[in-house]
């Protein structure tokens, strides 16, 4: 009979994280695009207040910018902008498409036009917070694997700063290696 209610106990303990309180994971924010997204109200130019890293990032330094222009065609022109090292200023342009049926969802490409039909070169914007002025954004991924904290502001207030970060962990975004790009006051 110990081996019976010993059995009983180790099923019991075992069922715990089933049945008991749910994990942490599970408290996270759904991480998906914003449902209203006005293109046109976006459009213009924003400051890159912090950002994860990434490869096409590596000589940004600071001053870095996003500018999105509308086009005839519901696509939307960008323009990526950043101080280097050495002072210089390094630009890519790319474009940006709306995800059908999603507004806060978008796919950009810095590749050439030619290599548009390749679906490798899209890459997904989201854009999974917003101020309902427009005056701050986060854009992520479904990956979690980038960020982007935007500002129409070359600086940010730090209280803001810090509910957008909390936002963003929030809906499972790994920030320990978040880079601060811009004064914070």
């Known amino acids: 009979m110990p081996r019976l209610s010993h059995l009983v106990m180790s099923l019991s303990v075992a069922s715990i994280p089933l049945f008991g309180p749910a994990p942490a994971r599970a408290q996270e924010q759904v991480n998906v695009p914003v449902a209203q997204l006005d293109l046109q109200r976006y ?10 890293p990434m490869f096409w990032q590596r000589n940004c330094v600071g001053d870095i910018t996003a500018t999105y222009t509308p086009n005839a065609d519901g696509t939307v022109g960008v323009r990526n902008a ?15 498409r709306p995800v059908d049926g999603t507004p806060g969802a978008l796919q950009v490409r810095f590749a050439p036009d030619w290599l548009a039909w390749v679906p490798m070169v899209w890459a997904d914007y989201w854009v999974i917070d917003l101020d309902p002025e427009y005056q701050w954004a986060i854009v992520g991924g479904p990956d979690r694997e980038n960020l982007w904290i935007l500002s129409r502001q070359p600086e940010m207030n730090r209280a803001l700063f810090q509910r957008l970060k909390a936002s963003a962990a929030m809906k499972g975004y790994n920030l320990r290696e978040l880079k601060v790009m811009a004064p914070l006051r």
């Open 82 to 96: 950043c101080r280097t090292k050495d002072g210089a200023t390094d630009v890519s342009e790319g474009v940006a």
């Open 43 to 52: 459009a213009g130019q924003w400051h890159e207040i912090a950002h994860l």
